[in-house]
Every structure is written in C-alpha cells, then in structure tokens.
C-alpha cells in the first residue's frame, strides 16, 4: 500500500503542532501508522506520551529550512520512511516560515522511486492574528505565498473570534487562493477535525 503524504504548513504559532496531534489521535485510532516529520528549531515539539499513546513515529529535520536548506535530508528521511518503517500516512510539519510548494517538489522526487501517495497541502491561516497577518508587508507576503500552495486552508482558532472576523479572513484567504477548499479549526472544541482527516484519508493529489 503506497505511503501517504501530507503537509501541514503555516506561519509561527498557527496551531500546526496542536492540530497534527489532534488529526494523529483520529487517524491512528482508525487503524492507520501515522509518521510525523517535524522541521523546527529546538527538540522535538511533540509530547512524548502522545506518541507512545498513539503509536507515531517522529523524525526531527534540523539544520535549517526542509524547503531549501535541508531538502536533501528530508529526500533521504521519505525514502528511509519507505523502505524501513512504511507508514500509511505521513504528516511533514515545516518550520513557520517554509514555502510549502518547495516541500512539494522534494515529495515529487521521493514519488519516483517509492511508492508515495502525494496528499493535501494544508495551510493554516491564524484567524486571532488576521489583522497582523495580513497588514505588515513582510508578513503578508510570507502568508500569501504560504497561502497560494494550498489545496486547503484551514482557519485556525475559530472558537477565539466571532463570526465577521472569520468571514473577514475566509475572503481574505480566497482573494489570495481562489482554487483552495476552505475549512474552519477549532483544536479547543473540535470542531473540522474530523472533516479535515477525513479530506486527508480521501484525496491522492497528481503528482
């Protein structure tokens, strides 16, 4: 059975961790090997007993951006996923400031000797922070190219906005990626958990 991949990108603080863990918790209690392969500075940001509970395995990339500095590492960590561990699923978290479509075209690379499934690109847009986000030019401009790779944007922290602020920032989002599916997270209630593990059970994207 081919190796599913998916990516879960987005800016710093954006939920990406807290949501894998959430997605993880689902998927695996339906059956599936999930692997997580995480590109952040520092250890590991992913509890220990969540792991054992769940039964992840869990590759930490360091060394810089698995978009252009360490793209080879990640290359090499895919394969070995492949050949040794085989999970049914893995879920490659980039640090907060990755271009996901590079990450995309390394996944492409490792679909060429192995087989790989290439899942959804989900990006997720912090609607607490949408003002911010979207105001400062640096920022936006990481964002919005964030945002482009997408084949799903997922608004993250519903439940701390009311409902114009995230309308705000679904019109927003779509200005910026009129072809995406977007989706609403809360991780705290819990709500579009399931829909959006379903979504990634479901879609095996062109590679």
Same mark, same amino acid.
């Given at each position: 059975?081919?190796?599913?991949?998916?990516?879960?990108?987005?800016?710093?603080?954006?939920?990406?961790?807290? *949501?894998? $863990?959430?997605?993880?918790?689902? $998927?695996?209690?339906?059956?599936?090997?999930?692997?997580?392969?995480?590109?952040?500075?520092?250890?590991?940001?992913?509890?220990?007993?969540?792991?054992?509970?769940?039964?992840?395995?869990?590759?930490?990339?360091?060394?810089?951006?698995?978009?252009?500095?360490?793209?080879?590492? *990640?290359?090499?960590? *895919?394969?070995?996923?492949?050949?040794?561990?085989?999970?049914?699923?893995?879920?490659?978290?980039?640090?907060?400031?990755?271009?996901?479509?590079?990450?995309?075209?390394?996944?492409?690379?490792?679909?060429?000797?192995?087989?790989?499934? $290439?899942?959804?690109?989900?990006?997720?847009?912090?609607?607490?922070?949408?003002?911010? *986000?979207?105001?400062?030019?640096?920022?936006?401009?990481?964002?919005?190219?964030?945002?482009?790779?997408?084949?799903?944007?997922?608004?993250?922290?519903?439940?701390?906005?009311?409902?114009?602020?995230?309308?705000?920032?679904?019109?927003?989002?779509?200005?910026?990626?009129?072809?995406?599916?977007?989706?609403?997270?809360?991780?705290?209630?819990?709500?579009?958990?399931?829909?959006?593990?379903?979504?990634?059970?479901?879609?095996?994207?062109?590679?």
């Amino acid at each position: 059975m081919p190796m599913k991949i998916v990516q879960i990108a987005g800016y710093l603080g954006s939920g990406k961790t807290t *949501l894998i $863990i959430a997605l993880s918790r689902v $998927i695996s209690g339906q059956g599936a090997k999930v692997a997580v392969l995480v590109n952040d500075v520092g250890a590991v940001p992913v509890d220990g007993a969540v792991m054992q509970e769940y039964g992840l395995t869990v590759k930490d990339i360091g060394g810089g951006c698995i978009c252009c500095q360490v793209s080879g590492s *990640l290359l090499r960590t *895919l394969e070995g996923l492949a050949s040794e561990i085989r999970p049914d699923l893995v879920i490659i978290e980039p640090t907060g400031i990755a271009v996901p479509g590079s990450i995309s075209e390394t996944v492409r690379l490792a679909a060429r000797k192995h087989p790989v499934e $290439i899942g959804h690109t989900i990006v997720l847009f912090d609607t607490s922070r949408a003002a911010k *986000l979207l105001t400062y030019d640096s920022l936006k401009h990481l964002v919005a190219t964030q945002v482009k790779d997408a084949t799903i944007i997922a608004l993250s922290k519903c439940d701390l906005v009311a409902e114009p602020q995230i309308e705000g920032a679904s019109r927003a989002m779509r200005e910026i990626n009129a072809a995406a599916e977007i989706m609403r997270l809360s991780v705290v209630s819990g709500d579009g958990i399931s829909g959006l593990a379903d979504r990634i059970g479901s879609a095996v994207l062109s590679a």
